[in-house]
């Protein structure tokens, strides 16, 4: 494949961490622009990845005939104005997720790259996890029998990120853990099962522990330090259940709790087997065997699943083709969101 030009828009911590360092090294990938709001974030990174072009407008590159990528590192509100505006300029575009504030603006996403023949993927890593993919090939191979539950939590003690930031504020982020880790978990449960329907949405949000935000204790604060003159509108905690055509999800997300232990897992239910998935890492799966109880933790060579996600998408590109982490798939996952949201703000189960 030809190698792709690539522009890289926020210099926030994904962009740092994830996708300019696979960028960077993929040999299918020159990276010519970086843009940021703050200039110095910029110049840091174009220096220490050597990129020949720093901007604070993402609008400036978008006449570039060079530019055949774009990825989208931005605040969520953010996200579907500047994916839309590349892929109207013919670039296609990698978007970290959540793929926008909501379904609405992920379809308007979508129509756009359809309507220009381009490549949009969102930033749904957990797809390319080594040990996420084991587990899908054990539920289509039948290794779990019915799939009649899932069991998930995402919750930590006192971590509310940036407090009083784009974070915690609603018109910036779209809302709280839920758009900001949960997404990472029912995507990763939709991508597993790839349910033909979901039928019904019913949860509770909780916004409690820092309502007096000078009173808040906190054990840790990325993207901190808090801005007490700052806007705390999101939930800090969730919980719901979802009925699908397949099976039934149960979840509890929390970024803070008056718990001092973090639980982040996933636990699939069949009737001959199942698997407790320990988040970003490996996983045990228990049935039987000759009458006895039996357990395997399976030992995993993990691949990089963020140079993979960006080596996938820059290949996408290339030959123009829907991959796993298209638009398309995760529809389901905004939907769903937009869901769980409403059922809270009504109190009552949600229809999809």
């Given at each position: 494949m030809k190698q792709m030009t690539v522009a890289v828009i926020g210099c926030g911590n994904i962009a740092r961490n994830s996708h300019l360092p696979a960028y960077a090294k993929n040999p299918n990938a020159k990276i010519k622009y970086v843009v940021d709001i703050k200039p110095e974030a910029a110049k840091e990174m174009a220096e220490k990845y050597d990129v020949p072009h720093v901007l604070t407008d993402y609008r400036d590159l978008l006449d570039d005939p060079e530019v055949d990528v774009v990825s989208v590192c931005t605040p969520n509100y953010l996200h579907a104005r500047m994916s839309i505006d590349c892929l109207n300029a013919g670039k296609h575009v990698l978007c970290e997720k959540p793929a926008a504030m909501n379904a609405e603006e992920v379809k308007a996403m979508k129509?756009?790259?359809?309507?220009?023949?381009?490549?949009?993927?969102?930033?749904?890593?957990?797809?390319?996890?080594?040990?996420?993919?084991?587990?899908?090939?054990?539920?289509?191979?039948?290794?779990?029998?019915?799939?009649?539950?899932?069991?998930?939590?995402?919750?930590?003690?006192?971590?509310?990120p940036g407090l009083g930031g784009w974070f915690t504020t609603k018109s910036m982020s779209g809302g709280g853990v839920l758009i900001d880790w949960g997404v990472h978990f029912l995507d990763l449960i939709f991508y597993c099962i790839d349910p033909e329907k979901v039928y019904t949405v019913s949860s509770s949000a909780y916004s409690e522990l820092a309502k007096d935000m000078e009173e808040y204790v906190y054990e840790s604060m990325w993207a901190g330090p808090p801005n007490y003159d700052g806007v705390y509108d999101v939930e800090e905690m969730v919980s719901g259940f979802i009925r699908t055509s397949g099976p039934t999800i149960n979840f509890n997300g929390a970024w803070a709790q008056n718990i001092g232990e973090a639980g982040m897992f996933i636990e699939f239910m069949g009737d001959k087997g199942g698997i407790k998935l320990q988040?970003?890492?490996?996983?045990?799966?228990?049935?039987?065997?000759?009458?006895?109880?039996?357990?395997?933790?399976?030992?995993?060579?993990?691949?990089?699943?963020?140079?993979?996600?960006?080596?996938?998408?820059?290949?996408?590109?290339?030959?123009?083709?829907?991959?796993?982490?298209?638009?398309?798939?995760?529809?389901?996952?905004?939907?769903?969101?937009?869901?769980?949201?409403?059922?809270?703000?009504?109190?009552?189960?949600?229809?999809?």
């Open positions: 129509e756009a790259a359809d309507k220009n023949g381009k490549i949009l993927n969102i930033g749904v890593v957990n797809r390319f996890n080594t040990a996420v993919n084991m587990i899908k090939d054990m539920i289509e191979a039948g290794k779990l029998g019915d799939l009649y539950h899932i069991y998930c939590s995402f919750r930590s003690h006192r971590s509310i988040y970003g890492g490996g996983f045990t799966f228990y049935t039987t065997k000759d009458g006895k109880l039996y357990e395997e933790t399976p030992e995993i060579d993990f691949a990089d699943m963020f140079y993979d996600e960006i080596d996938s998408f820059l290949k996408a590109a290339a030959e123009n083709r829907k991959t796993r982490a298209n638009v398309d798939n995760i529809l389901i996952t905004t939907q769903v969101m937009d869901a769980i949201y409403e059922s809270a703000e009504l109190g009552r189960e949600v229809v999809l």
